[in-house]
């Protein structure tokens, strides 16, 4: 039987933890209660601390009893991620805490699959959460109030808190799915494409568009490390400028790595790689000003790559190639990467393009199963989503 797991520091908030547990009960469902905290427990819980901890490579010793609070929550993290992906009754896990709980809940809920509903009741919540949530499915409730002894708002907002979990547990989504999944990857400046492209391939296929905004490219290619996708369209790759060039929404260096690990059938391209991300304009490093931009929202700025750039680019993304062993097809739109860099548009640049184009084809070492495909068209051109969705039939037909 699926339980839901309500996860916290039992030293410090063993009476919220009790109440909300409680709660969850009350709606019919079985509980689990986990202390994760590194102090002794001021609550009975079914699996103490201890126990937990015990699941650190270095055993108990390395996460309880030290004097360090902050080695001590790094270790319980650590610990409670390892023990969280031991349990094979996980229906759904709640966990409530401040600023150490938080980081120690969240590391473990990340471990899970997408899908298991994990609810984190945090006094950070309303902040920046991208630490915590990352590239998981975690839903951040703000505590409001400390976490500090129950009170008239803290009652309220663990009541929402034990409906919201008990809601998601008792009645899980249906994951019936016949059709094979394949990752695609999209901007706005290439949503035409894609969208073209899906449509084509939607009655065969489970399309999963990622908007590539660094978090996308890595949630994508962590659902093919985890055996969720049946292969790639990534026609928007654009995250590879703001790594190497400094932007908001970076690529990790393991940008393809999942594409070389699974072998999986890959179709590619140059998707917005004529752009790097900034935040609003007053927010570009100041040795950037000269450069080409444009203005995409009073939030987001973009700035034209240049020919030196563009360089740079496609060697990098030529060397990742190099290293996929898998059919691998990289699709180049000789007129136009975005739908800026078009004739009239506010980043058409030719040279640029050239450039890019160039180092790719000169830096890939194209074999049977590994090929450049340049096509006289522009990226958002119709003719060119049919051919990359005609180019991944093919080989994963193969």
Not at 91 to 101: D, P, S, T
Not at 239 to 255: I, S, W
Not at 300 to 306: A, E, G, K, N
Not at 362 to 370: D, G, K, N, S
């Amino acid at each position: 039987m699926k339980r839901v797991y309500v996860v916290g520091t039992a030293d410090t908030k063993g009476e919220e933890l009790a109440f909300l547990a409680a709660l969850v009960e009350a709606r019919g469902l079985p509980v689990v209660r986990v202390d994760v905290g590194t102090r002794p427990s001021t609550s009975e819980m079914d699996i103490p601390a201890a126990e937990v901890a015990a699941f650190h490579p270095d055993g108990a010793t390395a996460v309880l009893g030290l004097d360090d609070r902050g080695t001590a929550i790094a270790a319980m993290a650590t610990a409670f991620s390892r023990f969280i992906v031991s349990r094979e009754d996980i229906g759904a896990v709640v966990g409530l805490g401040g600023g150490g709980g938080t980081s120690i809940i969240t590391a473990g809920m990340r471990m899970l699959p997408y899908g298991v509903p994990k609810l984190m009741v945090s006094t950070l919540a309303s902040g920046d959460v991208s630490p915590y949530v990352d590239i998981s499915d975690i839903v951040m409730m703000p505590a409001v109030t400390d976490i500090a002894g129950l009170n008239g708002l803290s009652r309220v907002i663990l009541h929402n808190a034990a409906e919201a979990i008990a809601g998601m547990a008792a009645h899980p989504a249906d994951r019936r799915e016949t059709r094979p999944a394949i990752g695609l990857t999209m901007f706005g400046v290439t949503t035409p494409c894609v969208t073209a492209i899906a449509e084509r391939l939607r009655d065969d296929y489970d399309c999963m568009v990622f908007h590539a905004t660094g978090t996308g490219g890595r949630t994508m290619e962590k659902l093919a490390d985890s055996g969720m996708l049946a292969g790639f369209i990534d026609i928007t790759t654009t995250e590879v400028c703001d790594l190497l060039f400094g932007g908001v929404l970076p690529a990790t260096e393991d940008r393809f790595g999942a594409v070389a690990r699974t072998r999986l059938p890959y179709v590619g391209s140059v998707g917005a790689l004529d752009m790097v991300n900034f935040w609003a304009p007053e927010t570009v490093p100041p040795h950037h000003r000269t450069r080409n931009f444009y203005e995409h929202n009073p939030n987001v700025t973009l700035m034209r790559t240049t020919r030196e750039e563009c360089r740079a680019i496609g060697e990098w993304i030529g060397n990742k190639l190099n290293a996929c062993e898998g059919e691998v097809r990289f699709l180049i739109p000789e007129k136009g990467v975005s739908a800026l860099d078009i004739e009239g548009g506010a980043f058409f640049d030719p040279e640029a393009d050239a450039a890019l184009f160039m180092a790719i084809e000169a830096t890939v070492r194209q074999t049977e199963r590994r090929r450049i495909v340049p096509l006289p068209l522009h990226i958002n051109d119709p003719a060119f989503a049919e051919a990359a969705a005609a180019t991944f039939l093919e080989i994963h037909h193969n």
